[in-house]
């Protein structure tokens, strides 16, 4: 299965090299995750060295720690292209930590889906990978489908529901929904607050694998949860179900972009263009990393449940605007440690 | 003979030139970075920080949860400390044995244990149910109690092993020399007994007190976001926000604390 998509790719992909191997041999720098760093070495790194006759290193770490490094070394950027969350990739961008993308030297930016062309809204990333948050419930405990934010108000679900903290990248969206749910303008999050403040929460996590084992442990019937943890949850055996939301799940992006002053410009499109290239994208969501944003990515029915796919899903993701999300944060944290976690 | 004087310094110039780089250094400019306010210096990060009633509450249950603990495992320890002392030497190795195991677990494996342990349908809680205490379980994940559960057993046995080895110190025949000078059992313990120990109950106090200051993983786990701690409000600071002034003052703030502390300790346990 796996040796014939690889040479598809090699051939894909050959022009690309034959031009990369008159050039010398360099190092391109990516700053990258880190997480299924293994999958990422092996569908990303090891093919595009192989067509690109240079050598691709990865520097790994959670969004804050490589955003200071980046802010630190902006005289001397020793980075070529980074991978960032969204909404950190527009504080780097307004910081002028990035350059303006070449559309034109991104031969598959035509088969991006449109809101992953210009997620920053200032030309200067574009998304590589997309997932959409919506509710997770027990089928078993609640009888009645969830099928908007407002049930997790619903007296049956007291004290058996799990929140995303403000701090993760789902607890922003959460409180925009919420509060769209409730009535409430984007310019006033008073209606989110409000009501989370009154929601009977069990504990508010961090990380996915704690929704997962609080879910194991029938510790909560119900929690706000990215889709990338799907998997995870799936695995718990216990009867899940996806809500399909009627006031909106929540689309969040990780963004692909050439820092300012990389002397490797047209190096780090390359790589851009080869992580959105279809057969990447294909192996990226096979070994269950990222879920596409390329609209000809085709995948087999039991992968694809397990990610955020196809035009269906994608069509009904609400997108937070990054500098919405940027002007009103740290108000929404301090909210949030005063009136919601108390 | 300068001979002499240059050796001892020779000998201690690699600890110092690795301690000043990667201690003091690092330590002086986390003390300028929290005073310093865009360019100039100032004491605006503190006041910030003190200005907000969230993080004093974090600071106080911070307080609280270390000296709870601190004086918990003190009172469990103590007597336990002086049990162990007087079991035969044959079994005392099994027992300390005991105590280690504990101490070579990850605290991240023992704090999910707890978890599992501690949870809406854990041992604790299905006990409770079928001993007929409660009628539905008990929520004690997520809330103070919890942190003060995991903290606790994080630290006992290094009080433990502390006093264990102040006990051992302490000469065989005082106690029933002190009581053939007609000391009560009470005034033994009082007079003799506890001054004589008291340097490991003051080592023990600060590492227990320090330890609980510092600990990371038991309250991010078990407590939550709602019980937050300076650890955890660090973390938060630095790792997520990026609010390099607000880690700073809390740095400050937690170094300054187990300093002041260790102090402390250590002035009443000189006195005698």
Redesign the interface.
């Known amino acids: 299965m796996k040796t014939p998509r690889h040479v598809r790719l090699l051939f894909t992909l050959l022009p690309l090299s034959l031009a990369a191997a008159q050039a010398q041999k360099t190092t391109l720098v990516v700053s990258g995750f880190g997480i299924a760093q293994d999958k990422i070495e092996k569908n990303i790194a090891k093919p595009f060295e192989a067509v690109c006759g240079c050598n691709v290193v990865f520097e790994v770490g959670?969004n804050?720690?490589r955003?200071?490094k980046l802010t630190a070394r902006k005289a001397n950027p020793n980075v070529d292209v980074v991978l960032l969350a969204d909404y950190f990739a527009k504080?780097a961008s307004n910081q002028g930590l990035f350059e303006k993308l070449d559309t034109a030297q991104l031969s598959n930016y035509g088969k991006l889906y449109d809101f992953a062309r210009d997620p920053l809204k200032d030309g200067t990333a574009v998304a590589f990978t997309v997932y959409s948050v919506s509710i997770v419930y027990r089928t078993d405990k609640i009888t009645k489908p969830i099928t908007s934010w407002k049930d997790l108000w619903r007296p049956e679900l007291a004290?058996k529901v799990a929140l995303p903290?403000i701090?993760?990248t789902q607890g922003p969206p959460t409180v925009w929904l919420v509060n769209r749910a409730y009535g409430g303008k984007d310019s006033d999050a008073s209606a989110a607050f409000g009501q989370l403040g009154k929601l009977k929460v069990?504990?508010?996590?961090?990380q996915s694998s704690?929704v997962t084992?609080l879910f194991a442990?029938?510790?909560i019937w119900a929690a706000p949860v990215g889709r990338f943890a799907w998997g995870g949850l799936l695995n718990t055996k216990k009867p899940l179900a996806w809500a399909r939301l009627s006031d909106g799940q929540a689309g969040l992006v990780n963004v692909a972009s050439v820092v300012k002053g990389s002397k490797n410009v047209a190096l780090a499109h390359k790589f851009i263009d080869f992580m959105l290239s279809t057969p990447v994208q294909t192996a990226q969501a096979l070994d269950l990393v990222d879920s596409p944003v390329n609209k000809q990515v085709k995948l087999p029915a039991a992968v694809a449940n397990q990610l955020t796919v196809g035009v269906s899903q994608v069509a009904g993701l609400r997108f937070m605007d990054t500098s919405y999300v940027l002007t009103n944060?740290?108000n929404w944290?301090?909210r949030w440690?005063?009136e919601v976690?108390? | 003979m300068p001979g002499r004087t240059v050796t001892p310094w020779l000998l201690v110039t690699p600890a110092l030139l690795f301690l000043t780089l990667v201690f003091l250094y690092p330590v002086v400019k986390l003390l300028l970075n929290s005073f310093s306010v865009g360019d100039t210096f100032g004491l605006g990060n503190y006041t910030s920080f003190f200005g907000?009633?969230?993080n004093l509450e974090v600071l106080w249950r911070t307080l609280r949860v270390a000296l709870v603990v601190t004086l918990v495992s003190a009172v469990v320890c103590y007597p336990a400390a002086y049990g162990i002392q007087s079991v035969p030497p044959r079994y005392r190795g099994l027992v300390t044995a005991l105590i280690i195991v504990p101490l070579m677990t990850s605290p991240v494996a023992r704090t999910y244990a707890w978890?599992?342990l501690l949870?809406?349908?854990?041992i604790v809680n299905t006990a409770l149910l079928r001993s007929g205490l409660v009628q539905e379980p008990v929520?004690i994940?997520?809330t103070e109690w919890a942190v003060y559960i995991g903290m606790a057993q994080l630290f006992i046995p290094l009080m433990l092993l502390t006093l264990i080895s102040a006990m051992e110190n302490l000469p065989r025949d005082v106690v029933p020399a002190a009581r053939s000078l007609g000391a009560t059992s009470l005034q033994s313990f009082t007079r003799v007994i506890l001054p004589l120990t008291r340097e490991g109950l003051v080592v023990g106090g600060t590492l227990v007190f320090t330890g609980c200051i510092t600990a990371y993983v038991t309250p991010?786990?078990l407590g939550?976001?709602?019980v937050?701690l300076l650890a955890t409000l660090l973390y938060?600071k630095?790792?997520?926000?990026?609010d390099?002034a607000a880690a700073s003052v809390i740095s400050v703030v937690m170094l300054a604390l187990t300093l002041t502390v260790a102090g402390v300790l250590r002035g009443r346990g000189g006195r005698t």
């Open positions: 959670n804050a720690d955003l200071a504080q004290g903290n701090t993760t069990l504990t508010y996590y961090n704690q084992s442990q029938d510790e944060r740290d944290i301090q440690n005063r976690v108390k | 907000d009633r969230f978890l599992v949870g809406q349908t854990g929520r994940l997520y991010a786990l939550g976001a709602r937050q938060q630095a790792g997520v926000t990026v390099y």
